[in-house]
């Protein structure tokens, strides 16, 4: 039987690594010793970020609704709570928004909340 050398494909796995490390500093971007893994940790990073930026943005909607909110005469927490007792289903990024770029929608919203309490 012939032999069977694997060089292709150990350098095309290796030039995989060393190409999703582009960037990085030092030898992780060209050694495929050291890229391997800062790739590996690179993408838990990227996983975890992943999730954080979830709570992040919720977060900033919340503030931006109670800002608003405040404006009207109401908290935030009595406004979510009047939306939940008129069964008004809205997400806080809409809600944000309509505070944001459409002040006279969120405060209709906000009266018809107001009326749930």
């Known amino acids: 039987m012939t032999r069977v050398k694997r060089g292709v494909t150990a350098h095309r796995r290796h030039r995989k690594i060393v190409k999703a490390a582009k960037g990085f500093r030092g030898q992780r971007h060209k050694n495929f010793a050291q890229a391997k893994p800062a790739v590996l940790k690179q993408g838990l990073h990227s996983y975890v970020g992943r999730k ?55 405060k209709a919203i906000v009266e018809e909340a107001k009326k749930g309490l």
């Open 52 to 106: 954080n930026r979830k709570r992040v943005f919720r977060r900033l909607w919340i503030v931006r609704i109670n800002a608003a909110c405040r404006e009207l005469g109401i908290k935030y927490s009595r406004l979510i709570d009047g939306l939940t007792k008129m069964d008004i289903v809205i997400d806080r990024k809409i809600l944000a928004d309509l505070a944001v770029k459409e002040p006279q929608t969120f």
